[in-house]
């Protein structure tokens, strides 16, 4: 997992608060590790930490063995250094190109090594806009919290409620409806 664990969670408590209309308070004890739960569920499918921008993340990556270099981001604001086995890469000429995705390219007919942990990037990179994942995180959050331990019906009396399931047979929980998954793929890396 290449994604930074101080990065913050995708929603915060009073977010979280305000988003079920008080029904979950924010200085309830659940609510800080559901927040990070989920935002974490979704960096590790993710594999990256998606937001917010990060200035001057290093990561240590594996050669390719190729001409085509796959950082670990989908958007790649400044690619601030490149080290290969040790060496500077030269980015400031014409024999590398790299993309708003992620993509480093040589370009003077050589490879990128393929050894192990040889190339180490320093890159600005990551999403400032995620209100989708905001609005995941919170969805995901308030459902697990709502029915903890999995309740589908509570009855006393003539009295009953009645909780929606996300999938067939999962009451609650943290499990992702079709439409939310939709949603997390389009920031999952592909390994190239």
Known sequence: MR???????FATA???ESFTKGQILLDD????PALTAVTSSIRKEAGWHIGPVVLGHSVTLDGPGGRLLHLPTLNLQELVSVTELGVAVDLVGV????????MVEKRDGTFWTDR????VVVMDHGF???????FL???????GLASPLGA????AGSMSIQWGTPVPGVAGGLVPLPSEQRIMDRYRLVEG
């Open 116 to 119: 192990f942990r040889k190339i």
């Open 3 to 9: 994604y930074i664990a101080t990065a913050p969670d």
């Open 14 to 16: 009073a977010e979280l």
């Open 152 to 155: 589908t019906r509570e009855q």
């Open 29 to 32: 004890p659940r609510v800080a």
């Open 137 to 143: 995180t919170l969805s995901l959050a308030a459902r």
């Open 95 to 102: 024999s590398h190109d790299w993309s708003g995705l992620g």
């Open 128 to 134: 400032e806009d995620i209100a989708d994942l905001k």
